[in-house]
């Protein structure tokens, strides 16, 4: 059992919670992930992990309310504990010494975003980043993303915080007034990767993206999470999460990310 000692309501849809897990805050690094069980026998569910503290043995999670288990999860509180916390999975993200580095973030996407980007600055990179949202309360962790980035810009789809619209607007900006960056890290929703990675080639700048397809065991056993990158099939869970963006196919990992659309529309409407 991993005990909850934090938890926070980030806006109506989105929560964080720092869990004790000794041999997962140990071992973890960026871009790792966990599977977490709620409850004896319940759903397993990848979550990727937005931060870690070594001496406190723990390790935050965030994560959307969107279905049966994410809403099991959203009712426990301090002091509650959570069945299973497995990991770290997967391997860390892959991050080569840089100058100057973009990290752009959409959604829950910010979340594994911040310890990469904090990992490069400590390494002495110097970080600027987009935060994109459906509005200024969808936007999580500024306060922590203003505190290592130079330069934080924002984007939101009503205006409310940032430019109007989507990352991409801020993103061909910067590229468009000379900015340069040796590396950008895209994590967000699959058509905002894919965009950003069309960006990004044409100005040949080296680009990293987060995939989270289909998961069941986290561990290459199902094949669930496969997807092509570089014209080969690689399981996201042992390969992965992150990979080159310009390599990834995104059309056919949005198709099988939509394979289960139905069963997903179902259950939201039976718990309304």
Not at 120 to 148: F, H, P, R, S, T
Not at 205 to 222: A, F, Q, R, Y
Not at 224 to 243: I, L, M, Q, S, Y
Request: aromatic share 6%; hydrophobic share 35%.
């Amino acid at each position: 059992m991993y005990k909850i000692v934090r938890k926070e309501v980030l806006n109506e849809t989105v929560e964080l919670m720092e869990v004790i897990a000794p041999f997962v805050a140990r071992k973890c690094e960026p871009g790792q992930f966990i599977m977490l069980c709620v409850e004896p026998d319940g759903e397993r569910i990848p979550l990727t992990i937005a931060d870690f503290d070594r001496e406190r043995e723990t390790v935050t999670i965030i994560y959307q309310v969107v279905g049966y288990s994410t809403r099991k999860l959203s009712e426990k509180n301090v002091g509650d504990s959570i069945e299973e916390f497995v990991g770290p999975l997967g391997k860390a993200a892959p991050l080569p010494s840089a100058k100057k580095v973009l990290g752009i973030g959409g959604g829950v996407g910010i979340a594994p975003l911040y310890p990469q980007l904090r990992k490069l600055k400590e390494n002495g990179a110097d970080v600027d980043c987009i935060l994109g949202g459906q509005n200024k309360d969808y936007i999580i962790m500024k306060d922590q993303m203003e505190a290592i980035c130079a330069n934080v810009h924002y984007a939101s789809d009503d205006g409310s915080i940032g430019s109007k619209g989507f990352v991409t607007t801020p993103l061909e900006k910067l590229l468009d007034e000379g900015e340069s960056y040796d590396l950008v890290i895209a994590i967000g929703p699959l058509p905002m990767m894919k965009a950003i990675c069309h960006i990004t080639k044409k100005h040949n700048i080296k680009t990293n993206v987060s995939l989270n397809p289909i998961m069941i065991d986290g561990t290459g056993m199902c094949g669930g999470c496969r997807v092509t990158v570089g014209n080969e099939t690689k399981f996201a869970c042992v390969d992965g999460p992150d990979f080159d963006g310009h390599l990834v196919d995104f059309d056919e990992a949005m198709l099988r990310q939509g394979m289960y659309k139905e069963e997903e529309h179902k259950c939201r409407l039976e718990r309304k």
